[in-house]
């Protein structure tokens, strides 16, 4: 038995995030988890919870809500899917982080809904790297002036970009277009990369990565529509 066979799922998640980024010669430190927690058990979420992770990322709003509620003390907690409008002003309240940020009808009640609030999330930009019609996500070639757009339209500071590529596709081409994408606006944080391809995400310079079945396995398929 090696001793990565020995490590919990999080710790050998994390090692390999330390060992990927000193590959690239990047300061591991550089790199956040954010352990996927939509849809588990919180059987399966505790344990992990308990191990130290405190930067978990939900897909809807409201099972976030009732997962969280009296327990988020100390965490920051990620929104990782599709944003509807009319969840908005939940979202501001109840997220650190908002990852889907992706068209101008959006944006506008986000910047409405931060200024009624009086709290601003962390916001980044989706981008639909693969075009793929089935998923939220600016189109790249539309990407710098939907951000010029928010930043100057609607007065939202833009921290970074997230993307999720095709499956069907090498994820390297999508990163280092992601990547490309932020540089030219001035943004240096990357959310991409999952329990599948996060290594290559942080090699082109990933600055947080989404696990979920390789911290909590994988998951039964979901019994309502996001």
Not at 143 to 160: K, M, N, T, V
Not at 213 to 225: E, T
Request: net charge neutral; hydrophobic share 40%.
């Amino acid at each position: 038995m090696t001793d990565q066979d020995q490590l919990s799922p999080l710790e050998a998640v994390r090692a390999r995030i330390a060992a990927a980024a000193r590959a690239a010669g990047r300061d591991p430190a550089g790199v956040t988890l954010v352990a996927v927690s939509k849809q588990q058990p919180w059987d399966s979420i505790e344990p992990v919870l308990r191990a130290g992770q405190r930067t978990f990322g939900e897909n809807r709003v409201q099972e976030a809500m009732e997962r969280w509620t009296g327990r988020r003390e100390g965490l920051t907690l990620h929104l990782i899917g599709p944003l509807q409008t009319n969840k908005a002003r939940e979202a501001v309240g109840f997220f650190e982080v908002i990852e889907s940020l992706d068209r101008p009808k959006l944006a506008r009640v986000l910047a409405e809904e931060i200024q009624r609030a009086g709290r601003a999330p962390r916001l980044y930009v989706q981008v639909n790297t693969g075009e793929e019609p089935q998923k939220a996500g600016i189109a790249p070639g539309e990407a710098d002036a939907f951000i010029a757009e928010c930043r100057g339209a609607f007065g939202l500071s833009i921290e970074g970009l997230m993307c999720v590529p095709p499956q069907d596709e090498p994820p390297a081409m999508h990163f280092a277009l992601l990547a490309k994408i932020a540089r030219r606006n001035g943004l240096d944080r990357l959310s991409m990369g999952m329990s599948g391809d996060f290594e290559t995400a942080i090699a082109f310079g990933a600055t947080s990565v989404r696990v979920g079945s390789a911290l909590f396995g994988v998951r039964a398929p979901a019994g309502r529509p996001a």
